[in-house]
């Protein structure tokens, strides 16, 4: 008996794509942008956030919210600070000598033997 070569393609591509496909409706599979598991169905999402609005989970975090909270990340320099506010004399208090103010903040840290994490931490207090 001889199977048709396109029909085994199409049968393949069928197999892989279609299991892909009810791997993410089901949660198993989640990629960068998927949404968590659901897909990326994004209007489950604002679904949801509208939903916890008024209960006791209304502290519903969204990406926005995150970002604005955490002023200080890995990619900022020290000359961010210094436009935000912070004087030089303040982040050598912290963080320690840097060399430019196109440094890192994780780096200047990291060469001073602090942890970023903490530093971090006392820099997002400074700015609140």
């Given at each position: 008996?001889?199977?048709?070569?396109l029909?085994?393609a199409i049968?393949?591509?069928?197999?892989?794509?279609?299991?892909?496909?009810?791997?993410?409706?089901?949660?198993?599979w989640?990629?960068?942008?998927s949404?968590?598991?659901?897909?990326?169905?994004?209007e489950?999402?604002?679904?949801?956030?509208?939903?916890?609005?008024g209960?006791?989970?209304s502290?519903?975090i969204?990406?926005?919210?995150?970002?604005?909270?955490?002023?200080?990340t890995?990619s900022?320099?020290v000359?961010?600070?210094?436009?935000?506010?912070?004087?030089?004399?303040?982040i050598i208090?912290?963080?320690g000598?840097?060399?430019?103010?196109d440094?890192?903040?994780?780096?200047?840290?990291?060469q001073?033997?602090?942890?970023?994490?903490?530093?971090?931490t006392?820099?997002n207090e400074?700015?609140?």
């Amino acid at each position: 008996m001889k199977i048709n070569r396109l029909i085994v393609a199409i049968s393949v591509l069928i197999l892989i794509f279609g299991g892909v496909y009810l791997s993410q409706k089901l949660g198993f599979w989640q990629t960068k942008n998927s949404g968590g598991g659901r897909g990326g169905d994004h209007e489950t999402e604002s679904l949801e956030h509208e939903d916890l609005e008024g209960t006791e989970n209304s502290e519903y975090i969204t990406e926005e919210d995150h970002e604005s909270s955490e002023l200080v990340t890995g990619s900022t320099t020290v000359k961010d600070l210094l436009d935000k506010g912070i004087s030089s004399e303040q982040i050598i208090n912290i963080v320690g000598e840097y060399e430019n103010e196109d440094q890192l903040i994780k780096d200047v840290a990291t060469q001073n033997g602090l942890s970023f994490g903490k530093v971090k931490t006392s820099l997002n207090e400074l700015m609140e």
